[in-house]
């Protein structure tokens, strides 16, 4: 490997949300671990790699020139998306004129469904269900209608297509959030798969919104295919969602950005983002970007793709040695689902209790009960292996027994 994903870096006093909220009550963490336990966190979706040096190299550049005043997105933030696109997602016709900056992916959907519906409108959303979306369309004024993906005899997850039309149809809806790749589950769609979603959101005159903020974390032998891409339908009727805070673990930068072909949705959609007046970019954050998409980034995050792939397969082989306790590996994302319901069942204890007894030997999962899994647990695997391994030799021990 040319870059480093074996250092375990001490993030404490670095204003990470991930180790520093534990036991403060703040975010979605239970506790601190017990005594004697150091904490291996496996929760907020970020990650505990060092970021490529492309990234900070091009922060500190910008940083050494003391002035950072007012100040418009240069021509080579635009050039490095339209080639990033280009050369990791296939994309050969994006232009300036369709990318507008969002300060976060979740603005950017509140700001496309405030375009395409009025409050209190129905939005299709599958489930499992990212707790971003719950929360954002809730606080807006949205109705959420779930349709629940299920797992196939392969365990993957699929759609379910006629449960999506029953719903689109008796619920009246005009707009969906997609998630691609999925969150919490997984999935990295398949071509087919979004074109029967899209031919179904065409018929019954529905726009998409969709999160692609994944779409660079993907396992080897799996493949991204942009929503947008699929027809001349789906490239007018979607607005696209990404940012490189997934892919560089960028997030406390903040920057994201939609793409957008057709211009009456994108400049309608750029009109609700501006009128907070809180939609405008970060210089710094403009310079990582540009950092992280470029040919470093593209090699460092070949690598990365290849470590989380190990880490993965180590997991999910762990979690089949726990009866009762399944998960479907993960196409994309560094997230892995876990479903307990049969184990807590047969032990006669609750998902709490599974969490507490994680947490008080410092393995910090997150509960999957906020992300419509009833007996889940959501699981980050973007940290070292020797972390991953040390986790599920604590998992076996102490939470996983009979």
Known sequence: MQYDFTTFYDRNGMDALAVESPGSGRGYAPGGPGEGFDLIPMWIADMNFATVPAVTEAIIRRARHPLFGYFDPSRAYYDAIIRWHASRKGVGDLTEECIGYENGVLGGVVSALNVLCSKGDSVLVHSPTYIGFTNSLGRNGYKIIHSPL???????????????????????????????????????????EIEKAMALFEKYGVYVISDEIWSDIIRPGFRHVPTQ?????????????????????????????????????????????????YNEMNVLSMHALIGGYSDEGAAWVDELNQVLAKNIDYFCDAVKQWPGVTCAKPQGTYMVFVDCSEWCREHGVSIDEVE???????????????????????????????????????????????
Not at 174 to 188: D, E, L, M, T, Y
Not at 253 to 277: C, F, M, Q, T
Not at 364 to 381: E, K, S, T
Request: charged share 25%; aromatic share 10%.
């Open 356 to 402: 507490r007894r994680a947490w008080d030997v410092g393995v910090a999962v997150q509960d999957g009960r906020m992300f419509h899994g009833p007996c889940h647990l959501r699981v980050n695997l973007a940290l070292p292996f020797a972390k991953v391994e040390e986790a599920v030799n604590r998992l076996n021990k102490y939470v996983f027994t009979t």
């Open 229 to 277: 891409s699929v027809s001349e339908d789906a490239r007018m009727r979607t607005v696209a969602l990404y940012a490189p805070s997934k892919t560089f673990n960028l997030a406390g930068l903040v920057g994201s950005y939609h793409v957008a072909y057709n211009p009456w949705l994108r400049d309608r959609i750029a009109k609700e983002s501006a009128l907070p007046h």
């Open 150 to 192: 299920a797992l196939d005899e392969d365990g993957v997850w699929r759609m379910d297509f006629e449960d999506m039309e029953r719903k689109l149809a008796r619920h009246h809806i005009h707009a969906c959030v997609f998630c691609s790749p999925h969150n919490p589950c997984g999935r990295v769609w398949e071509r087919w």
